[in-house]
Every structure is written in structure tokens, then in C-alpha cells.
């Protein structure tokens, strides 16, 4: 178990272009999420996956940001017609299943810092 | 609206200096609140869960505790390794999201 796994570490833009970021959580976690953070603020949440549905979304989540999940797996989150507001640290992060009232919570990846100029 | 603010925004200790962080919260429905501690560059790390008013958790030189307003992380005895920004997030209604607040950032001078 390697953790959560983000791809790339960083990405560097022009505003208009369009970028993809992945995320391999850890393999027995059924329950995915993906988070923005700006600096000196916590993350924000983006939107949940269980297995491969997508069941919540944020308002945050214009019609420019899509994500998927096939298969349950590894989960990728596009931004077209990128934006320097886009400009930000994407975070995933897993979990399985809380048992009882016994949940330690997320377990989040490095991030992928998105520049965009 | 459910909100999480933090208290102080930063705080600078000596090490050994005691001292405690605060999480506010407004949520309707209260299912859980998470400490978290982030290093630069990387994703926040899981330290405590909280469930109800009351309780408290410790690991190491941290205590996170918990009453229906607020929440605590006690920090006893620093060392420089404890400097991060540490964050608090609460679980509320249905959603399966967090809400974090805006994080404190602690520095531990040797």
C-alpha cells in the first residue's frame, strides 16, 4: 500500500488551455474525493465518488470541471478553458467504509499544484 | 450555512512551550470533527476523529477534545517536528464532505 497517488506533482498552463490531473487511491478504498486548496486556506470540497458513481458535487464545480472514475478505480478531474482563479493545489483523497463509529478518517494525497498564467 | 473558523491564524512557541489551538464550528447535525496537520507541499495528515461533546483523544504530545462549540488541540511540550499547519474539519448532515477551516499555522523554535 503506497498511499494515495496523485499525477503530476505540479502543472503549468496558459489560460484557455485545458488540463487533467489523476488519482490512484488506495486499492481496497471505495469511497473517493477531491478537494481545492488555496494558499493559507483549507481544502474545499470539489466532489465524491463511491465506487464509480459520482454522488455529490459542489457548487464550487462550474460546468469547466468534470471528473471521472471508471470502473471504481483511479479518478481523473479536468478543467477546461482553464482560468488563472484556477490557480490552486487539487487534492484526492480516500476512504472505505466507516465501521461503526470507528473512522480514521481521509487519507489524502500529496496534490497537484496548478499554475496557470 | 455550516462554518469552521480556527484560532490563532498563526502561533510561534519556544519548544517545551505549551499551548492550545481552537476550532469553531456552526453545523447543523454534528457527525464528526477531524484534526488534521499538513506539512508544505503536501496533503493534510489524519490525527484525531471527535464524535461528541466530551471527548477527548491524545497521540503523543497532542490532545484534541471537543464540547458543542468548539473543539481544542492541546499541545504539550512542543518540539520543532510538531510545526505544521494544523487543521480542523467537521462532518455534517448527509454529505459525505468536509468542511475544514482555515488551518493554523504553528512554529516550534528550538
Known amino acids: 500500500d503506497t498511499g494515495v497517488s496523485q499525477n503530476p506533482r505540479h502543472k503549468i498552463t496558459k489560460r484557455g488551455q485545458n488540463v487533467t490531473f489523476r488519482c490512484d487511491p488506495i486499492s481496497e478504498h471505495n469511497r473517493l474525493y477531491w478537494y481545492r486548496q488555496t494558499l493559507g486556506q483549507g481544502p474545499e470540497f470539489l466532489t465524491y465518488f463511491q465506487n464509480e458513481a459520482q454522488l455529490e458535487k459542489s457548487r464550487l464545480l462550474s460546468d469547466r470541471f468534470s471528473a471521472e472514475r471508471p470502473k471504481g478505480s483511479f479518478s481523473t478531474l479536468e478543467i477546461q478553458r482553464t482560468e488563472q482563479g484556477d490557480s490552486a493545489m487539487y487534492l484526492c483523497a480516500s476512504s472505505s467504509r466507516p465501521l461503526d463509529r470507528v473512522w480514521y478518517g481521509y487519507t489524502f494525497g500529496s496534490g497537484t499544484r496548478l499554475t496557470v498564467v | ?110
Open chain 2, 1 to 110: 450555512e455550516d462554518q469552521v473558523t480556527q484560532s490563532p491564524e498563526a502561533l510561534r512557541l519556544q519548544e517545551g512551550e505549551s499551548s492550545s489551538l481552537n476550532c469553531s464550528y456552526t453545523v447543523s447535525g454534528l457527525r464528526g470533527l477531524f484534526w488534521y496537520r499538513q506539512d508544505p507541499g503536501k496533503g493534510p495528515e489524519f490525527l484525531f476523529t471527535l464524535y461528541s461533546a466530551g471527548e477527548e483523544k491524545e497521540k503523543e504530545r497532542l490532545k484534541a477534545t471537543l464540547t458543542k462549540k468548539e473543539s481544542f488541540l492541546h499541545i504539550t511540550a512542543p518540539k520543532p517536528e510538531d510545526s505544521a499547519t494544523y487543521l480542523c474539519a467537521v462532518q455534517a448532515g448527509y454529505g459525505q464532505n468536509f468542511v475544514f477551516g482555515p488551518g493554523t499555522r504553528l512554529s516550534v523554535l528550538p
